[in-house]
């Protein structure tokens, strides 16, 4: 036994040192990275308690299925045909149904508390700074921003090709042409719907994944805490670009995406809109 526990300890040991380094590399990513197995870093605090309820359902699902396995493997050792050749006749026994009924209960009930919890802070949206409308297309992602007096800015967000990425060293699939702009730190209430069929806008770093659904308004919510540019996917399978649908979001301090906006907002004035409609891929 002795020596087959150290191979797999270092196994182990071997799998979280390349999960660590694979967090550490990413952190300032904003994206998965190659044979990453841990989550990417958590910049909202929705993202950060996930990954706090993640973590504390691995520690009990390891603990169960170790149970399960050391019961099922002492079963088939103990009462084999060999070991056991006079098997007992009996078919209940009103303790052990008992305890399998009652300690899954509790169980359960340890976990619904901060499940539960978490569900609640992501689902209730708290006073939005600001408020951004984003539209599903096969196969892009439209924003519009709702300024005061009327105004708007709206663009879409097409994937950029492999050159175009390589060009500006961003990362080919997940970088798009004009990326949603957010101020750091302020709550920004998404509100999602689509076009002609069901998409998902996600960002893992933020904790959000939700549907956007035709006919439908779907609200959600983010508050980043660290400035960088953070990148998603589509994750509702909407037709054949469906991995060409990417997310990209920059978050910036608020003097730069006050900046942004009056920028755009110039622009607009100046009959120069700038908005980007969606070409179709
Ligand atoms: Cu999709």
């Known amino acids: 036994m002795r020596s087959s526990a150290k191979p797999a300890a270092m196994i182990i040991a071997a799998g979280l040192t390349l999960a660590a380094g694979a967090a550490a590399a990413q952190d300032a990513l904003g994206h998965a990275v190659n044979w990453q197995t841990g989550f990417q870093a958590a910049t909202t605090e929705v993202a950060d308690r996930t990954h706090g309820v993640h973590s504390v359902l691995l520690v009990i699902?390891?603990?169960?299925?170790?149970?399960?396995?050391?019961?099922?493997?002492?079963?088939?050792?103990?009462?084999?045909?060999?070991?056991?050749?006079?098997?007992?006749?009996?078919?209940?026994?009103?303790?052990?149904?008992?305890v399998w009924t009652i300690v899954p209960v509790i169980i359960l009930a340890v976990i619904a508390g901060p499940s539960i919890r978490l569900l609640y802070f992501q689902e209730e949206i708290p006073p939005a700074d600001i408020t951004i409308k984003g539209v599903g297309h096969q196969w892009n992602w439209e924003y519009t921003y709702p300024l005061a007096d009327d105004q708007e800015i709206n663009?879409?967000?097409?994937?950029?090709?492999?050159?175009?990425?390589?060009?500006?060293?961003?990362?080919?699939?997940?970088?798009?042409?004009?990326?949603?702009?957010?101020?750091?730190?302020?709550?920004?209430?998404?509100?999602?719907?689509?076009?002609?069929?069901?998409?998902?806008?996600?960002?893992?770093?933020?904790?959000?994944?939700?549907?956007?659904?035709?006919?439908?308004?779907?609200?959600?919510?983010?508050?980043?805490?660290?400035?960088?540019?953070?990148?998603?996917?589509?994750?509702?399978?909407?037709?054949?670009?469906?991995?060409?649908?990417?997310?990209?979001?920059?978050?910036?301090?608020?003097?730069?995406?006050?900046?942004?906006?009056?920028?755009?907002?110039?622009?607009?004035?100046?009959?120069?809109?700038?908005?980007?409609?969606?070409?179709?891929?």
Request: with cysteine; hydrophobic share 45%.
């Open 155 to 281: 663009f879409t967000s097409i994937m950029l090709e492999k050159d175009e990425a390589e060009a500006e060293d961003l990362p080919w699939l997940l970088a798009t042409s004009d990326p949603l702009v957010v101020p750091v730190g302020k709550v920004v209430r998404l509100q999602l719907t689509a076009s002609t069929v069901i998409h998902a806008w996600t960002v893992p770093s933020f904790g959000v994944k939700m549907d956007a659904v035709p006919g439908r308004l779907n609200e959600t919510w983010f508050r980043p805490d660290v400035v960088g540019t953070f990148y998603g996917q589509c994750s509702e399978l909407c037709g054949k670009d469906h991995s060409f649908m990417p997310i990209m979001v920059k978050v910036v301090p608020q003097e730069e995406y006050d900046a942004w906006v009056a920028e755009n907002l110039a622009a607009l004035d100046g009959g120069d809109q700038p908005t980007r409609l969606a070409e179709a891929r």
């Open 61 to 98: 699902i390891t603990i169960i299925t170790l149970f399960v396995v050391a019961l099922l493997g002492y079963t088939c050792f103990r009462f084999s045909a060999k070991n056991n050749p006079e098997p007992r006749r009996f078919t209940h026994n009103t303790l052990v149904e008992v």
